[in-house]
């Protein structure tokens, strides 16, 4: 199919974990315009706080799909800049989705476990109330709000626990930390679900392959958030344990003898985070026939990749 047939899709924040899987996966689909804030050589250039040029580079773009991979995603940072988080996580997706809308495109937006206060210890389906314990979980809320109210087509996945290949992420903090250090101490009341961005442009791949053309009419009917996350769940410590094992395994030196549990109360940050992070992801199988793998076999797939592309193991 030459590119003039092919449905145009344009990815923004292409440059973090999840932007960065997305490219691999959304590259097949169509005709991929990826935009970055600090764009590479053939991609556009695309700043969330100036909600005028985002919406211009969405008009000039002209996409069949708007997939935004964008986001304020310091947690711990909001607490001190919320109107920042807020104009990259709660009003630049209203300003996404409003544009597509007026242009008959459809979206995909992600979002976080952080929109819920983490009460109680069974898994949480999308009904469940909201109730956001930081500044990073309320913009990532308002801006599921923005984008409800803007209408139209779009799919909303909300994840957990994010880590891959490719940017910042917890697993390679604890590599280099269990590298360096003897003594680990590592929140253990704190429970979800690790989830790979492999996951997750996956999904979003599928979601969109199995949606029939045009996207604008597939998706309005599909319209929702969806929960998103590998299967099972554990604790930071537990994730700790199963990286060190399996890093050792893979002939990491490393520095650890010792791994500690501790308490959120014991490892005070400026965000509260919700201590029952589990999400239930039956509605995303029932209407996209995805299943999500286990952490521990998303973890067997990618930690090896981070090893060898981190640490040359
Ligand atoms: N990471 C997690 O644990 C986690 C958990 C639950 C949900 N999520 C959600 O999953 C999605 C993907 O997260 P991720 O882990 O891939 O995040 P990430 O690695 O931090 O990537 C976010 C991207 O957004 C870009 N960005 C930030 N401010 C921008 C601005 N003003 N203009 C343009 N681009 C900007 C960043 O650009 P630079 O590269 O220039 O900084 C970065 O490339 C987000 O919606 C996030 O809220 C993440």
């Known amino acids: 199919m030459s590119d003039s047939t092919r449905p145009r899709i344009l990815l923004l924040g292409s440059q973090g974990q999840l932007g960065y899987e ?9 005709e991929l315009v990826a935009a970055a804030r600090k764009p590479e050589p053939g991609e556009r250039a695309v700043d969330l706080t100036d909600h005028a040029g985002l919406a211009q580079l969405i008009r000039d ?19 001190k800049e919320p109107d920042l988080a807020a104009a990259i996580n709660a009003v630049a997706p209203g300003v996404i989705q409003a544009t597509a809308r007026e242009m008959g495109a459809a ?23 909201t109730a956001p314990l930081s500044a990073y979980g309320t913009t ?14 779009y799919v909303v996945l909300r994840t957990s626990w994010v880590y891959g290949v490719h940017g910042v992420n917890f697993v390679k903090k604890i590599l280099k930390l269990a590298r360096d250090r003897e003594l680990l101490r590592i929140v253990a009341d704190q429970v979800g679900a690790p989830t790979t961005a492999g ?10 392959t199995r949606s029939a053309q045009p996207w604008s009419e597939s998706l309005a009917a599909a319209r929702g958030i969806y929960h998103a996350c590998c299967g099972g769940d554990t604790s930071w410590y537990g994730f700790t344990c199963a990286i060190v094992e399996r890093a050792r395994r893979a002939g990491l030196p490393l520095a650890v003898k010792s791994i500690e549990p501790i308490t959120s109360a014991e490892f005070p940050t400026p965000a509260r985070r919700p201590l029952n992070s589990r999400l239930s992801c039956r509605r995303l199988s029932e ?10 076999a998303a973890l067997d797939e990618t930690l090896p990749r981070i090893l060898k592309e981190e640490f040359g193991v």
Do not use: M
């Open 107 to 129: 979206a995909v937006h992600y979002s976080t476990d952080y929109v819920f206060d983490g009460s109680g210890s069974e898994p949480r389906d999308e009904a469940a109330a």
């Open 22 to 30: 997305l490219r691999r996966s959304l590259r097949p689909l169509g």
């Open 61 to 79: 773009v002209r996409p069949a799909v708007v997939v935004n991979a964008g986001a304020y995603t310091l947690v711990d940072q909001a607490e």
């Open 199 to 208: 996951f997750l442009a996956d999904s979003t791949a599928h979601i969109l």
């Open 287 to 296: 209407r996209f026939g995805i299943t999500p793998p286990g952490w521990e």
């Open 140 to 153: 990532k809320r308002a801006g599921e709000e923005a984008i409800e109210n803007a209408g139209g087509a």
